[in-house]
């Protein structure tokens, strides 16, 4: 909806960087080091949020700020012993 070319460099490293944040490693269980990697994944969403909105991406801005504040739920409710639906399978 931006009007960015589809594997264009730019869209490339966006959309790597995306996926690193996104990325959890599940073997991580200590509770300060995952809300160490949570709060630098969220640092880099909002590095991230700032570039689209620097390239006039504002549809992509808009879904990734939209996304933000559920984007890491899963891995915090697991601190607390809670599961998600998509834990219990």
Same mark, same amino acid.
């Given at each position: 909806?931006?009007?960015?070319? #589809?594997? %264009?460099?730019?869209?490339?490293?966006?959309?790597? !960087?995306?996926?690193?944040? @996104? /990325?959890?490693?599940?073997?991580?269980?200590?509770?300060?080091?995952?809300?160490?990697?949570?709060?630098?994944?969220?640092? #880099?969403? %909002?590095?991230?949020?700032?570039?689209?909105?620097? !390239?006039?991406?504002?549809? @992509? /801005?808009?879904?990734?700020?939209?996304?933000?504040?559920?984007?890491?739920?899963?891995?915090?409710?697991?601190?607390?012993?809670?599961? %998600?639906?998509?834990?219990?399978?």
């Amino acid at each position: 909806m931006d009007g960015v070319k #589809r594997k %264009s460099r730019e869209w490339i490293c966006a959309l790597a !960087e995306l996926l690193e944040i @996104c /990325a959890i490693r599940s073997y991580v269980d200590e509770e300060k080091v995952i809300r160490q990697m949570v709060r630098r994944k969220e640092e #880099r969403l %909002s590095e991230l949020i700032a570039y689209c909105r620097q !390239e006039g991406w504002s549809h @992509c /801005a808009t879904y990734l700020d939209n996304a933000a504040p559920d984007l890491f739920t899963d891995v915090l409710n697991r601190l607390q012993g809670k599961q %998600s639906a998509w834990w219990r399978g």
